[in-house]
């Protein structure tokens, strides 16, 4: 109904309202799983597929990473069962509010696909399984092939070369992240996006060893953050050139750009820039002034330990144990370096932990899974059966039907021989005549109608009992049959009854069903299956 679909509607749309104000999220998520309880219920898959891809998405907020990817399973299973592909753009049937009221019709459903595709990746890539992560972003990719999608292409196509820098194909990586650049440079070209864009694809021709080309790229994407006066995009930057230089041993250009990043750093309060910047000055001045390393090493321990950044820490603790190896006190060298790798065994220890967690979680996905693919082959399976037990109820009955026609005509023929050629032996063939009604009367045939149907309709007839319960047994049949779709007349030859009495049957029936005169028998008494 028009009013049930509005507020269908309106529970996913304040459930959005809910998932941007982020504190609400506990609230915006009961309110998805409403709507989609009650699209699911009426059928309305297209709300059914937004419910859920809003729930993944709150979900993937929230960190709740296990629940988030079954909803992802069950809204790719809703995808695939009900979805049909129209020149590559896909569509699912729903209820639409339209001046009319509500219609039904196969919406485009291709951008909230894509959606899914990409918080599918992410997920994946949060739980590292990059595989899964990459086979995901690559399917949202190609969904977003049109003119209108550009924009979150390039979004995806960044995503997905960050993920193939992390399993080391920067090849691949540097196609995709070619055709951000691509893409920002012609129509956003001072912009953030074209920036980090730069800055990736810089990173990625570097790992490929191709140093010129990458600093190329920095160095524009640095003049481009100036223009823009985007102070940490300034002191990212000039980190990222500064460890070039360093890498091609010209220390004191890698101190200035160092001392510019420290400067912005300092001035925005980015502590962990600022400690960076530290110990990368520690290290250039290690080969020419001894004594500023260590100033500089003692700066950045201290913010690093006063910050707990155990990640940062652990470097230092290294470059330290190597100024006091350097300047020959091999007891405080070993002291650090002790220091170095315990922080070291502590990290690796919680990141196994981290990843032992994202197992159990894909495990719990794959089980999950496995239990839904498994439900649906036997539901397929109970279908089929279900269809096959149909047809041949439906062929029994056809059967029945004609053999009570045959039965009719072989009466009509020995009457005949009766009326035209009496003969002594009448009295034979008028008992022949008895036996062949006696057929007809077909009461073991029908017994086996009556024992087919309990076996595929069986709460069919469980409910008209609970609803009737003072139904006589020739309304009963006449109900089974008129499930079956016959006619008053097709029920008439098998009940061996006139067909005014079907329609008296038919009438008692309903008015002991409570069944209004607008609705029709048969519909009523499929919807009770």
Same mark, same amino acid.
């Given at each position: 109904s028009f009013n049930r679909l509005f507020y269908n509607i309106t529970l996913i749309d304040y459930s959005i309202c809910c998932y941007h104000q982020s504190e609400d999220n506990d609230n915006g998520i009961n309110l998805l799983e409403e709507a989609y309880s009650l699209a699911n219920e009426s059928q309305n898959y297209y709300y059914s597929f937004c419910a859920l891809v809003n729930l993944v998405s709150i979900l993937t907020a929230k960190s $709740?990473?296990?629940? %988030?990817?079954?909803y992802v399973e069950m809204a790719s299973k809703l995808v695939l069962e009900n979805a049909i592909v129209i020149e590559e &753009? *896909?569509?699912?049937?729903? @209820?639409c509010i339209t001046p009319d009221g509500v219609d039904c019709e196969d919406i485009? #459903?291709? *951008? =909230? *696909?894509?959606v899914l595709q990409t918080r599918k990746g992410g997920?994946?890539?949060e739980l590292g399984d990059f595989d899964n992560a990459i086979q995901s972003y690559t399917i949202a990719f190609s969904l977003f092939q049109f003119v209108e999608y550009s924009e979150i292409k390039s979004f995806i196509a960044n995503s997905l070369a960050m $993920?193939?820098?992390?399993?080391? &194909?920067?090849?691949? %990586?540097?196609?995709?992240? !070619?055709?951000?650049v691509n893409y920002y440079e012609l129509n956003h070209p001072r912009s953030q996006h074209f920036i980090t864009s730069l800055s990736n694809l810089a990173e990625a021709k570097l790992n490929l060893g191709l140093v010129y080309e990458a600093e190329a790229l920095y160095k524009q994407a640095l003049e481009l953050s100036k223009k823009l006066n985007l102070p940490v995009n300034i002191a990212m930057i000039n980190?990222? $050139?500064a460890h070039i230089h360093i890498s091609k041993n010209q220390i004191t250009t890698a101190i200035e750009n160092l001392n510019t990043a420290l400067e912005m750093a300092q001035g925005i309060n980015q502590v962990k820039m600022v400690m960076q910047c530290y110990r990368l000055l520690g290290i250039c001045c290690m080969q020419n002034d001894i004594g500023k390393a260590y100033d500089y090493f003692m700066k950045a321990m201290f913010l690093a330990e006063e910050y707990n950044n155990k990640d940062e820490l652990h470097f230092i603790y290294k470059e330290v144990s190597t100024y006091y190896r350097l300047t020959g006190d091999i007891p405080q060298a070993f002291s650090y370096f002790e220091?170095? !790798? &315990? #922080?070291?065994?502590? =990290? @690796?220890?919680?990141? %196994?932990?981290?990843?032992?967690?994202? #197992?159990?979680?894909?495990?719990?996905v794959a089980e999950y899974k496995s239990k839904l693919e498994i439900t649906t082959s036997k539901i397929k399976q109970l279908e089929l059966e279900l269809e096959i037990r149909t047809r041949e109820l439906s062929a029994m009955v056809i059967s029945i039907m004609e053999k009570q026609e045959l039965v009719k005509l072989l009466e009509k023929g020995l009457t005949d021989i009766l009326d035209k050629n009496p003969t002594q032996r009448d009295s034979e063939i008028r008992n022949f005549i008895r036996n062949l009604r006696k057929v007809g009367e077909a009461k073991q045939d029908w017994d086996e109608i009556n024992k087919m149907f309990l076996e595929v309709h069986k709460d069919c007839v469980a409910s008209i009992m609970k609803l009737a319960p003072d139904i006589t047994p020739t309304e009963l049949k006449t109900c089974i049959l008129v499930r079956l779709s016959m006619s008053s007349k097709q029920i008439a030859?098998?009940?061996k009854i006139s067909e005014r009495s079907v329609e008296n049957h038919r009438n008692h029936a309903r008015r002991k069903l409570g069944i209004n005169k607008d609705l029709n028998l048969t519909t009523y008494l499929i919807s009770l299956t």
């Open positions: $709740i990473y296990n629940k %988030a990817m079954v &753009k *896909y569509y699912m049937k729903g @209820f485009d #459903l291709t *951008y =909230l *696909y894509s997920l994946y890539f $993920i193939l820098c992390k399993q080391n &194909k920067f090849e691949q %990586a540097v196609v995709f992240l !070619t055709h951000c980190m990222e $050139i220091k170095y !790798t &315990k #922080l070291r065994e502590d =990290l @690796f220890s919680q990141e %196994a932990d981290r990843k032992l967690r994202n #197992l159990m979680v894909l495990y719990e030859q098998i009940l």
